[in-house]
């Protein structure tokens, strides 16, 4: 089933690139974005995690958590992590169950796809190409 607008977003509890674990219901009360990307360290996927890290200062002013979603493991996450000088957290799901929630992992493998859930956990909007250099400007406008 696809997630779409007013849905409820499916719960997560992840570790971070350090070992921390997130979880979305820590974040009720407040926007929380979640971009998927396919693998650390691959071109398109190094873009757009600097396209987020650019505009992180002004998505996180507006009361957003910003996490990073792929596959790789802690230990990839915190070497991508050091090398892109990324502010926010990157989260492993290397079993894809996250992944396959979000609709993440499509039928040639694991796609560019992002969410913006609302304060009361559901779907506020879904960007099905979030790799656009415009994507951060996207989300900025969206949450005025």
Not at 19 to 35: I, P
Not at 45 to 59: G, H, N, P
């Amino acid at each position: 089933m696809a997630l779409g607008f007013g849905d409820d977003a499916p719960e997560f509890i992840l570790f971070d690139q350090d070992g921390f674990t997130h979880t979305l219901k820590e974040h009720r009360g407040q926007f929380v974005l979640l971009f998927f990307y396919p693998r650390d360290f691959v071109y398109h996927s190094a873009q757009v995690a600097k396209m987020f890290e650019s505009k992180y200062l002004d998505i996180k002013r507006k009361n957003v958590a910003v996490y990073g979603i792929s596959n790789d493991f802690v230990k990839t996450h915190s070497n991508f992590h050091k090398k892109l000088h990324l502010t926010y957290d990157l989260l492993s799901d290397p079993e894809e169950l996250i992944i396959k929630k979000y609709g993440a992992k499509g039928f040639f493998g694991k796609r560019f796809i992002s969410y913006l859930i609302g304060p009361d956990g559901r779907i506020f909007r879904k960007y099905d190409d979030n790799h656009t250099i415009n994507h951060p400007n996207l989300i900025l406008v969206d949450l005025r």
